[in-house]
């Protein structure tokens, strides 16, 4: 019988712990408290037949034949619940990787990870499964693998808000202009927004969490409104947008901040973008 896991830990730990169970079991039989069971089952029926009265007939019948018939059936489950039967071993245990086939995603395998260095031989030790045990395993998994397989193929939104987050910006000069723009633009955006203590959904939250809000750039009187501080090279100087501001030689002017972050190739926003593994989108 092979038994299938899904990830890297059950595929060791299902192992390991049957050599823990072989090992507690072998304690049981040697001790001889796998017993006690069977004492408990003799003195209970003993107890029952004594306190039914005298007028049941022959007490040692019936009461010998209620202890047979609870002794077969504890028997029974030590025989498929208790005692280990069924060899397990790395060689018949396999790792399902079926649905990441159909999801067209690459997976390796436990033994192309650092757990496979782990969990090798186990100190040349074996295990044997109980068949009741074996049975359920083969059942829960096929259960999780249908369960699973019903699930449409899509992007993980979860591995890719992961993805994005561990993502850094290695370009320092664009670092330093993300700076100047939550130090422009953003902080007083926000700034100006939460003194008019506005009454915003969980959807806005989120949204005003970072620096590209959908609110802040498409509502008038905040990136519009906000302006760079320091000359922009990529925005040349604009006599009626930069009234009143500095000319400089190098013939930069000062974007407003919609303009700043949304402007085609030379926004803020793309160029953050280029940053991105174009792989973390398609999950």
Known sequence: MT?????????????????????IWAVLVSSGVFAIPFIAIIVQEWLKARAEGADEGNKGVLSSARIENRIWVAIVVIMFAGIPFIDVNLDTIKYDQSRSAQCHVSVPLPTDTGWS?????????????????????????AITGASVAAIPCGVDLRQMRMDID???????????????????????????????????????MDDVSWIGSNHFTSTTGFYDTYHSS??????????????????????????????????????????????????????
């Not at 260095?117 to 998994?141: C, D, E, G, I, Y």
């Open 166 to 204: 561990a993502t850094r910006i290695d370009d320092p000069v664009l670092a330093q202009e993300v700076a100047d723009f939550t130090r422009d633009c953003y902080g007083p955006a926000r700034a100006k927004m939460f003194m008019a203590r506005p009454a915003l959904t969980d959807e806005q």
């Open 3 to 23: 038994l299938f896991t899904t990830d890297y830990l059950e595929y060791y730990l299902t192992l390991v712990s049957w050599i823990i169970h072989n090992g």
């Open 117 to 141: 260095q782990s969990f090798s031989t186990l100190n040349s030790q074996s295990a044997k499964v109980p068949v009741w045990w074996a049975f359920m395993h083969a059942l829960s998994r």
């Open 230 to 283: 320091t000359p922009r090279t990529a925005w040349p100087y604009d006599n009626t947008r930069d009234a009143g501001l500095a000319v400089v030689d190098s013939g930069g002017g000062y974007p407003n901040c919609r303009q700043w972050w949304m402007d085609g190739e030379h926004g803020l926003r793309a160029r953050l973008l280029e940053q991105v593994d174009p792989s973390v989108p398609s999950g």
